[in-house]
């Protein structure tokens, strides 16, 4: 059984039986991001360390609990830099943003920050590549959250749509957003 291939509602029963544990669904995730993130870069960065030591703790029994997902770098989480996907931006924010906090309320594990079209403001995320031919875009701007997907480096991922920043990437990385 590979965690990676598991849907959230798959994960939560193997977690909640006690076949798995939440740090097995990290390491398992971060091993297929070290195989295959380089080829397409869906992650701006990830605290390891952090992510394991909230899977350590995770209760299961909650909707999400122990659930790995992906934050977009728009997005603020707690103590972790966010860039907006710009060299011009940079900031390290003391609280989580709304929707963050519902997802930790939830039992979710924060994996990592995805990458962005620069400021959430187009359509290709161009520093990331399309994981089905990376001659392509993945569209944007919520790419490396669909990408992270796609390729099953993440189960989960919370983005933003403003304009089809969510559906436009699902639909060239073939997910649903």
Not at 57 to 64: F, G, I, M, N, Q
Not at 81 to 101: F, N, Q
Not at 117 to 123: P, W
Not at 127 to 137: K, M
Request: with cysteine; aromatic share 2%.
């Amino acid at each position: 059984m590979e965690i990676t291939t598991l849907s959230v509602a798959e994960l939560q029963a193997k977690l909640r039986a006690r076949e798995l544990s939440p740090v097995d669904a990290i390491d398992a995730l971060e091993a297929r991001i070290a195989a295959v993130d380089p080829q397409v870069q869906a992650y701006l960065s990830r605290n390891v360390e952090a992510a394991r030591a909230e899977a350590a703790k995770a209760d299961v029994s909650l909707p999400l609990g122990g659930v790995p997902i992906g934050i977009k770098d728009v997005i603020n989480v707690r103590g972790v830099r966010t860039r907006c996907g710009s060299e011009a931006y940079e900031a390290v924010p003391e609280e989580d943003a709304d929707g963050v906090d519902l997802w930790r309320a939830a039992g979710a594990v924060i994996l990592g920050k995805t990458s962005t079209h620069e400021f959430a403001l187009g359509v290709t995320s161009p520093q990331a590549r399309n994981p089905h031919d990376p001659t392509r875009i993945p569209g944007g701007s919520s790419g490396g959250s669909a990408i992270a997907i796609a390729t099953g480096m993440g189960l989960a991922s919370l983005g933003t749509d403003t304009r089809a920043s969510i559906r436009v990437p699902a639909a060239l990385c073939g997910v649903v957003g």
